[in-house]
């Protein structure tokens, strides 16, 4: 079970691929390598956060073909904050599953957006404020079934965050 | 043990700002027009394009066994309906089948050849843009088709966008809401010109015009003007839902409702060029 982030991250790719076929193109949806990400980083430590992350978005960025890097970074990043943030600062809670759901998405579109604004890469502005905050919704309520599946995959034992 | 400690959070350090340096140079590279896919693109297609396929086989059965239970009395007046409409459309199709060959013959005696130079592609819509960020869908149709890069892509209602991947199976377009889509358009009643954009909240485009004094009012019809290189003129848009006047501003501009439900797209159809003009 010690590389099932291998199988964990193109299933997540796949996952999102389908979930998103039954969304509108203009609606909000859930984002399944966002939470593996930030669950990784949670369960695991920063630096496995980051590493799942890194592949989950690269994944993502290849098959949309444009501005390839963008989700890599943003993911690398939440799977970072949110296992730094596990170690350090989240309380053990029973909302916490439900607070990095939310706030991982947060994160990973402000840090989305500043990598587009210095790869000046389109005038892309705050203009989904309410797909930001469903998406972060949707996020927040999957959290916990992504924490139990993180946690179930990575042998049940969370080597470093708080829960 | 501290140096080791200090060591390794330096290389971390590092190699975190290797990585964020190299994905900030790639998005850059890869955020403007890009020719042929990769061969990794390709790959990452083949796997997805039969699952997306599949899943969206399944999902419309799902929709029709469940419309067609719900619907079942509905569909029994519209029946009705429909028999008595029939009877009326079969008198006016002689009316028409008359019209359009008198039309066909006086176009022979002027000497014009047939004007037909679009051809059409139809296509399923089998997935969507996978994050929150862009307006695509994926469509089910690709260079194995004949599917090219900039070709318009339409629904049954009007305008939908442009391709802008094309891998062996599927197509990835560009919807006309997203913020890197615009297109150069016409008032269908005025013929002022301007161009429509979109990355609004809201789900409608905005006009802006090219002269101040452009005479613009709610309801009427935008079409594409034909300026640009890839939409060919009088494709529908949609049509103005609000004016935006500013009294000593230097442009004129007006809010448009596309003319395509972007929120239930299932199928679309694919604009090939007429031969000889090769999209950008």
Known sequence: ?163 | MMLLDRRYGLRRLILGALLVIAAVAVTSLTSGERGATTGIENLVDDVVFPLQAVAHRVAQSFASARSWFADINRLKAENEELKKRTSEIDSIKVQLDDALNENRRLRELAGFAERSPFAFIPADVVGRSTDNWFSTIVVGRGSLSGVEKNWPVLSSKGLLGRTIKVTARTSTVLLLLDTDSSAGVLVERSRDAGIVSGGRSDNLLKMTMFSRDADVREGDSVVTSGLGSIYPGGLLVGSVEKVEREEYGLIKSALVRPASDFGRIEEALIMRPPAGEKPR
Request: overall charge positive.
């Open chain 1, 1 to 163: 079970m010690k590389y099932w982030p291998l199988v964990a991250i193109p299933l997540s790719w796949i996952l999102q691929v389908l979930l998103a076929a039954r969304f509108g193109p203009i609606n909000a949806i859930p984002d399944i390598p966002l939470l593996l990400a930030a669950f990784s980083g949670l369960l695991m430590g920063p630096d496995a956060g980051a590493a799942t992350g890194f592949f989950a978005g690269l994944l993502q960025d290849i098959s949309f073909g444009r501005y390839i890097g963008v989700h890599a970074l943003s993911r690398a990043a939440c799977g970072f904050v949110s296992g730094y943030a596990g170690k350090r600062v989240l309380p053990d809670s029973l909302a916490v599953p439900f607070l990095v759901g939310f706030g991982a998405t947060l994160l990973d579109d402000l840090v989305s957006l500043v990598i587009f604004g210095v790869a000046g890469a389109g005038t892309f502005v705050l203009r989904r404020q309410m797909l930001v905050l469903t998406a972060s919704a949707y996020n927040a309520l999957l959290g916990p079934l992504a924490f139990m599946l993180v946690s179930r995959l990575s042998s049940g034992k969370p080597t470093q965050g708080k829960m």
